[in-house]
T-cell receptor
Framework: KAGVTQTPRYLIKTRGQQVTLSCSPI?????VSWYQQTPGQGLQFLFE???????NKGNFPGRFSGRQFSNSRSEMNVSTLELGDSALYLC???????????????FGSGTQLSVL | AQKVTQAQTEISVVEKEDVTLDCVYE???????LFWYKQPPSGELVFLIR??????QNEISGRYSWNFQKSTSSFNFTITASQVVDSAVYFC????????????FGSGTQLTVLP
């Protein structure tokens, strides 16, 4: 069974640009969550999508957005990139058989975004 | 608000030594879940264990064991007879009931096992 797939693996952008990251969850998983990992702030929750609806959002500015498609694949978008957006962006999927269930998350290898 | 503290930033041991990674958490919720994840250099977080707040029984899985103590709000992780392949960053995380996938992570402990 394929794991969580994130593309691209590495990305270099310049300030002011926008970027879209993609995440394909494990087959059958309905929930996709996004996390940002930086050396200074550590791992921080961005948002979660379940059945194409955003259910939870972390404390990030509106420049960070996402969506989920009917096949559970998810994308996150960051507009007007800033230097501080340089980070490893991790996607996680889970079965979520029951909304709100606290089952384990399966993480992808992440997209390393560098903003110059 | 929830908080997870991993006071050990880096630990270095020699192969075959035992090592314990500390995790202290804060939450006002009575129902919560605690996790440990391993992050190798490849980047993905690998699930190790999940424990709910009502189950204080310690758990052993091969060379790994976990000690959950609600009285001290700690969920420590011990690796027995460490191996070089155990070298990674280890994260402790907490999620409260109803918050589903919104984990609060500790800052991580970089474990280096030397041959």
């Amino acid at each position: 069974k394929a794991g969580v797939t994130q593309t691209p693996r590495y990305l270099i952008k310049t300030r002011g640009q926008q970027v879209t990251l993609s995440c394909s969850p494990i087959s059958g998983h309905r929930s996709v969550s996004w996390y940002q990992q930086t050396p200074g702030q550590g791992l921080q929750f961005l948002f979660e999508y379940f059945s194409e609806t955003q259910r939870n959002k972390g404390n990030f500015p509106g420049r960070f957005s996402g969506r989920q498609f009917s096949n559970s694949r998810s994308e996150m978008n960051v507009s007007t990139l800033e230097l501080g957006d340089s980070a490893l962006y991790l996607c996680a999927s889970s079965l979520a058989p029951v909304e709100g269930a606290n089952e384990k998350l399966f993480f992808g290898s992440g997209t390393q975004l560098s903003v110059l | 608000a929830q908080k997870v503290t991993q006071a050990q930033t880096e630990i270095s041991v020699v192969e075959k030594e035992d090592v314990t990674l500390d995790c202290v958490y804060e939450t006002r919720d009575t129902t919560y879940y605690l996790f440990w994840y391993k992050q190798p250099p490849s980047g993905e977080l690998v699930f190790l264990i999940r424990r709910n707040s009502f189950d204080e029984q310690n758990e052993i899985s091969g060379r790994y064991s976990w000690n959950f103590q609600k009285s001290t709000s700690s969920f420590n992780f011990t690796i027995t007879a460490s191996q070089v392949v155990d070298s990674a960053v280890y994260f402790c995380a907490l999620v409260v009931s109803g918050s589903a996938r919104q984990l609060t992570f500790g800052s991580g402990t970089q474990l280096t096992v030397l041959p």
